[in-house]
Every structure is written in C-alpha cells, then in structure tokens.
C-alpha cells in the first residue's frame, strides 16, 4: 500500500530553518510529481510546493518562494522540503502527498509540526 512518512520538523526561532524528509512507498515514486503542504490552526490545508517526476520543474505557493526549495531523489524515493528564514506564520504541520497513476487517489502522510517562535 502507498505510505508517505514526513520527518524533520521541530520548533525553531524566526530566521531560522529547517528541512523536512517524506520517504514514499508502494507506487512507483519516480513517475509521479509530489507535493507538500501545510494547515495552520484554524486555517484550510493549502498547498506550499510542488515538483515534477524528474525534478525539472517546482512551484511554490507565494508566501513561501525565495525562501522554501522542494527536491527530491528518485533512488532513494525521498522528497524535501528545505525551509529558510522562517517566519511565525509559517508554523502549521506539513503534511507529503502523492497523486499516484497507480493505484489511483490521493495519499498522505502523517504530518509534521513545524512551529516557529521566539
């Protein structure tokens, strides 16, 4: 079965970063674009990055562009999500999805909580 298992968030000081891990199974990763994406308290989940099969294209959502890089590595079925300078709005958990060609729908992971605070 599909499972996607986020690691890497934590509490960090404003200014600060972190990166975040989603190791993906049960499809074939390397075909499929992933995503990542976030809900803070009260607030809809909304999507913060995407990238491609091949990692030859990312878009970001723009509250988040110049400052948060997705990459990924199709050896190992991995994808990231390096987050710099911050910001206490950017605290919510984080959560890797995956829209697969098979089996079909849409998955997710369990989240992780990125807080950002003095």
């Known amino acids: 079965q599909v499972q996607l298992v986020e690691s890497g968030g934590g509490l960090v000081q404003p200014g600060g970063s972190l990166r975040l891990s989603c190791a993906a199974s049960g499809f074939t990763f390397s075909i499929s674009p992933m995503r990542w994406y976030r809900q803070a308290p009260g607030k809809e989940r909304e999507l913060v990055a995407l990238i491609t099969s091949a990692g030859g294209s990312t878009n970001y959502t723009n509250s988040v562009k110049g400052r948060f890089t997705i990459s990924r590595d199709n050896a190992k079925n991995m994808v990231y999500l390096q987050m710099n300078s911050l910001k206490p709005e950017d605290t919510a958990v984080y959560y890797c999805?995956?829209?697969?060609?098979?089996?079909?729908?849409?998955?997710w992971g369990q989240g992780t909580q990125v807080t950002v605070s003095s």
């Open positions: 999805m995956a829209r697969p060609v098979w089996p079909r729908g849409d998955y």
